[in-house]
């Protein structure tokens, strides 16, 4: 029995759109559903959104020379420059409060949910240009439901938007590639402003690590300059419309990228420094998170989950496209460069985190789709009986990680001396987390049963869409009901909150060693920091009354504090109740101190 190859059929009417409105029902869903509720801002986020906030607020910080520069052009937090990053994610973070009149949750995350649906569509157009109708839908749904992309498209990062700008910046390229005269300067002068916009979201790291793809296209320009394929492509006319594209491309980029850079040299002593500490001091490892050279090559196939077969039978199956089809090769070699480029290049490095990998996903994509769209929608019954097998082994395992949460719900609510013989916190056993769980588990098993019963009978697509349903289904529900009450910054926003009822907004408030971000945030006031329990008792010698907060992190110093220290006393304490030894400190100083409820006005300060 041969199996068809749905691409060939012609489809018209409603079915003809029902795959094109499903990927946009996926889209909304998983980007932009809750965006805004349930998870509070985690540490990262939070830099960018009181950043952002002081902004809309035009709080500026003062410099050395005593000015007081915009916070547009010298954004601040905690009344300190903040100069690691480039501003363009906070300007955007300050554009939607602008329009929404709040600066919160949804409004930091949005321009990431959004960049996130831009790299989506630009992937599926690059694979329907290349391809198919088909394999572009695959490759969207795959980039969309990817562990690694979906995870930090709803959180207010600078990796979103530079990963939407880089492959902005790559697929124009590419475009100017296949064009000719005035089409290639006008792809060409759009991969340049893409370029510096991405420069100006996460500073140089686009320049470092990924000369390989826009060397690659080079290299093929050239070529198709030397030896042309048409008479047309052929003349001087040709060269000078490339050179030209190129030109003015460069001066965009460096338009776009070089004026912040040079007004806060000029303006901020010191900001050169942090750049290269930032920069050239991360990749030296001298920032932490140092990891040996193949971190990123194990960690791939973890953020491509949970189509990371599908990818490496993509690899296997375009090394065989592109020696077969030649008219396919530059392409397959372009998206390889963009892959295997940067890794090599991040792998070099000595500093290393997970998500400084997000701009390759779209690349991984592209092969993860060529082999989906090959296995499930195959032209030959040897691909189809891959696909079914590989089906069929999704299937199974999405099974089978089903059943570990209604187990794990029955078992431990039967067992109650399991929990205190595992050493698990007794907040586990109730339904917050083991009913929500037992959910979670039945989705899965009832999605892989019916992916599982659509592949053994060869209807392969209808039974990837079902895993695609499930996924999004198992994510949407564990956003609210699981990853966010575990979360560490669910603590922090409640102590925050706690504080604010506590501390009048005219009495001094301090952190000690350093503030933590996400309580910054929600308290919206300055923490001055005291550095040692030295400072914290010169400040007790001033005699004025005072608050001091302590993070979880330094309960080691809160004790010889309290040993050392008379007349601080604690006030309140909140401890993560899934992490028994991180607890948040409020100290007073002197005993009496007067503690009515207050709330302080300001942007999005729940």
């Not at 998206?335 to 997000?358: C, D, N, R, T």
Request: hydrophobic share 50%; with cysteine; glycine share 8%.
């Amino acid at each position: 029995m041969t199996t068809r190859d749905p691409t060939r059929e012609t489809r018209t009417g409603r079915r003809r759109w029902l795959a094109p409105l499903g990927l946009a029902a996926l889209l909304g869903a998983l980007f932009f559903f809750r965006l805004g509720d349930d998870l509070p801002f985690r540490t990262h986020e939070a830099l960018l959104a009181v950043s952002a906030r002081n902004m809309v607020l035009d709080r500026p910080v003062q410099l050395a020379d005593g000015s007081h520069p915009s916070p547009y052009l010298v954004p601040n937090f905690n009344d300190e420059p903040r100069l690691r990053k480039t501003p363009l994610p906070y300007w955007m973070a300050a554009g939607v409060a602008q329009l929404t009149g709040r600066l919160d949750e949804w409004s930091a995350r949005l321009p990431s949910a959004l960049a996130a649906l831009g790299t989506v569509l630009i992937l599926a157009a690059l694979l329907g240009r290349w391809c198919d109708r088909m394999t572009a839908l695959f490759g969207a749904a795959i980039l969309a439901t990817t562990l690694g992309f979906l995870t930090l498209a709803r959180t207010a990062l600078a990796d979103m938007p530079l990963t939407l700008f880089i492959t902005a910046s790559l697929a124009a390229l590419w475009m100017g590639v296949e064009r000719n005269g005035r089409r290639r300067f006008a792809w060409f002068t759009l991969a340049g402003a893409a370029a510096g916009l991405a420069v100006l979201a996460k500073g140089p790291v686009p320049l470092i690590t990924f000369p390989a793809p826009y060397l690659v296209a080079v290299g093929f320009i050239l070529a198709r300059l030397r030896r042309p394929r048409r008479p047309e492509e052929a003349g001087r006319a040709e060269w000078a419309w490339t050179l030209g594209g190129t030109a003015v491309a460069l001066l965009v980029f460096l338009a776009i990228a070089l004026p912040w850079p040079a007004y806060v040299a000029l303006r901020v002593p010191g900001a050169v420094a942090i750049w290269h500490a930032e920069s050239i001091g991360r990749a030296a490892g001298e920032l932490g998170r140092e990891e040996p050279p193949w971190f990123y090559f194990l960690r791939l196939p973890i953020l491509l989950a949970p189509w990371t077969l599908f990818f490496f039978c993509g690899l296997a199956l375009t090394i065989g496209r592109a020696r077969r089809v030649l008219q396919d090769r530059p392409w397959l070699l372009f998206v390889g460069a963009w892959l295997l480029g940067p890794l090599a290049a991040f792998s070099l490095a000595a500093g290393k985190q997970e998500h400084y990998i997000l701009p390759v996903l779209p690349a991984a994509a592209v092969y993860t789709a060529l082999a989906m769209r090959h296995l499930l929608a195959p032209a030959s019954p040897e691909a189809g009986r891959h696909g079914r097998r590989l089906l069929v082994v999704h299937s199974a395992v999405a099974v089978l990680a089903g059943l570990v949460g209604p187990v794990a719900y029955f078992l431990l609510r039967a067992e109650s001396g399991l929990l205190a013989r595992l050493h698990v916190p007794d907040t586990f056993a109730t339904a917050t987390v083991l009913g929500p769980a037992a959910v979670l588990g039945v989705l899965g098993i009832a999605g892989g049963l019916a992916a599982l019963v659509l592949g053994m009978r060869r209807r392969l697509i209808a039974g990837q869409a079902v895993l695609f349903a499930t996924f999004t289904a198992a994510f949407l529900w564990a956003w609210p009901t699981l990853i966010s009450p575990m979360s560490r910054p669910t603590t922090a926003a409640n102590f925050a909150r706690h504080v604010r009822q506590v501390v009048p907004p005219e009495t001094p408030l301090f952190a000690f060693i350093e503030p933590n971000h996400t309580v910054v945030f929600y308290l919206d006031r300055s923490l001055p920091v005291l550095a040692s329990v030295k400072e914290v008792q010169d400040k007790i010698d001033e005699g004025n009354p005072f608050f001091l907060l302590c993070n979880e992190k330094h309960s080691g110093e809160v004790k010889q504090m309290l040993g050392n220290v008379r007349g601080l006393t604690p006030v309140l304490n909140i401890t993560n109740p899934y992490r028994l030894h991180e607890t948040f400190w409020l100290f007073r100083w002197p005993e009496n101190t007067q503690t009515p409820a207050s709330e302080p006005d300001g942007l999005g300060a729940p």
